[in-house]
């Protein structure tokens, strides 16, 4: 691991990976067993940072707004306030680190081999994957949830299943964070060079004598804004692989001329191919919450326990003193929980465009929450849900009993929002859904499967290019999609050296992970 500042003018690797975030880095570490690799990171280490390794302090680094934290913050064009990672280990860095994989529809429609699946899973699993140990706030969710209806219990698995179930989490019983970037470990020390703080501007293609663009190189510049240059060494299995997120992803891509004809030409960007679909399908999951004061004390807690619905929710929470009144100073309680939904899908599409050719500012990004009305169906039913395991016997004792629904909505409203409440905000969960609207930094698209890559991630029209990220999929991956995100990068890089490594006639990919 080093700073971008030691790296020379000019380098040469087999691999290049531009983002050590969540999937970057698994990739990273899986295609270093056999090649060389050179991983590109724009933020800095998270290993020495205690407001992203002690759970403790979860969420302070989602509200530093300042020019180096390691979530940088960009409010969407519906006006809803988000974050994306800046920092070695990506979202898996800043997140709440609940870890729970996606469902067997998704993996089937994703076209992915099973086994492989599963063997990836298990590789990440194996490395930094816990089990919790839930306190009384936690255990009562849990019991309030199977009261309500959402049932079986499925106890503690890994699995995508109806139900109330507990899931993995990626902080250790002495709540100390393992994110992606501890997945490095396992990469060859020999074979991968990390830089820090290298902020990718170009991909570079060649034109003239191909039949299509083939990317060979690309631009980068350190802190100190020095320019940098990284080249593909001249094997034909070699490739450059962007696995900068839902956002860094697609505007990348239109910085290096791939994208929407007459937005890259508004922009002054040569257009190396026209491609619509980058930027499209772009979409976030929207979270609805009600804050639950409660009488007694409760334990520090976050996102362990998830109601699965039939109804189209997924239903989490979090407790803590510190946790709500440090963030919420103006709420006359003191401790409780926030319990919250997230929807499946959504529907609702939106779109990204470049705002400036500078690659470290944000993109203007549009989500078009709630544009479709099964969206907003769906969050009304999951409040519903949720409503109705706060009035539950096993969650009696961490409610005030003379606090009725509309009192909750009421207090949950009061509290700073995204967008402006209005006089009828708690009168319908309708309106309590679109005037309370928050994410739960689950947004994807940009690069989707079938219109920018194909179902080996290549970029469609493009040689040598691939994106590995949450930008290529479709839908949200299960109920937290960071373990689904993390699979993806063990999964193809083991499928890139496999076709590799058959070429050469060597073994197959060792797996490189113990604990």
């Known amino acids: 691991m080093h700073e971008a500042t030691m790296a020379p003018q000019v380098s040469y690797f087999d691999y290049i990976i531009i983002g050590g975030g969540t999937a970057g880095c698994p990739l990273a570490a899986t295609l270093s067993q056999n090649a060389s690799v050179l991983l590109l990171e724009r933020g800095g280490s998270p290993f020495n940072n205690a407001n992203i390794t002690n759970i403790t302090a979860f969420g302070a680094a989602l509200r530093d707004t300042s020019s180096t934290s390691p979530a940088q913050l960009f409010i969407s064009e519906d006006g809803v306030k988000n974050a994306r990672g800046r920092v070695l280990g990506g979202g898996s860095s800043i997140n709440a680190g609940f870890y729970s994989r996606a469902s067997m529809v998704f993996v089937k429609e994703s076209g992915w081999d099973e086994k492989l699946v599963n063997e990836s899973y298990r590789w990440v699993e194996k490395a930094i994957v816990f089990k919790p140990e839930l306190g009384p706030w936690q255990s009562a969710l849990k019991a309030s949830l199977l009261e309500a209806g959402v049932s079986p219990d499925n106890g503690f698995v890994y699995d995508h299943l109806y139900g109330t179930k507990v899931g993995g989490t990626i902080f250790d019983q002495n709540g100390r964070r393992h994110s992606a970037a501890n997945l490095l470990r396992y990469a060859s020390s020999r074979r991968l060079m990390l830089y820090l703080h290298a902020s990718v501007h170009k991909i570079l293609f060649r034109t003239k004598g191909n039949s299509k663009p083939m990317a060979h190189g690309l631009v980068f510049r350190d802190s100190l804004g020095k320019k940098h240059l990284a080249y593909l060494k001249g094997g034909s299995k070699n490739e450059i692989i962007l696995s900068a997120g839902s956002l860094g992803s697609p505007q990348l891509l239109m910085l290096s001329g791939l994208g929407p004809k007459e937005h890259l030409r508004s922009q002054g960007i040569d257009v190396i191919m026209a491609q619509p679909g980058v930027g499209n399908g772009m979409a976030d999951n929207p979270k609805a919450a009600i804050f639950v004061p409660s009488p007694i004390p409760v334990e520090f807690s976050i996102v362990e326990v998830v109601g699965i619905t039939h109804s189209g929710n997924y239903i989490e929470g979090r407790s803590g003193s510190n946790l709500v009144s440090g963030q919420y100073k103006n709420i006359s309680f003191k401790s409780g929980g926030f319990i919250f939904e997230k929807i499946t899908g959504p529907v609702s599409r939106g779109y990204l465009k470049l705002k ?31 409503i109705k395991a706060i009035h539950t016997k096993s969650f009696s004792k961490f409610r005030y009993h003379f606090l009725n629904t509309k009192d909750l909505l009421n207090i949950t409203s009061s509290l700073p929002q995204n967008l402006p409440v209005h006089s009828n905000t708690t009168a319908s969960l309708e309106q309590f859904c679109k005037d309370t609207i928050s994410t739960m930094w689950h947004y994807h698209g940009g690069c989707r499967v079938g219109e920018v890559v194909d179902h080996d991630y290549r970029v469609v029209g493009v040689d040598r290019l691939r994106v590995i990220d949450g930008s290529t999929f479709h839908t949200s991956p299960g109920t937290n999609p960071q373990a689904t995100v993390m699979m993806l990068g063990r999964y193809m890089g083991v499928k890139i050296l496999r076709e590799r490594l058959v070429r050469l006639g060597l073994a197959r990919v060792q797996d490189g992970s113990t604990r």
């Open 356 to 386: 400036t050719r500078n690659p470290n500012d944000n993109p203007l990004v549009t989500f078009n929450y709630f544009k479709e009305p099964v969206d907003l169906q769906r969050c009304v039913n999951g409040l519903t849900t949720l």
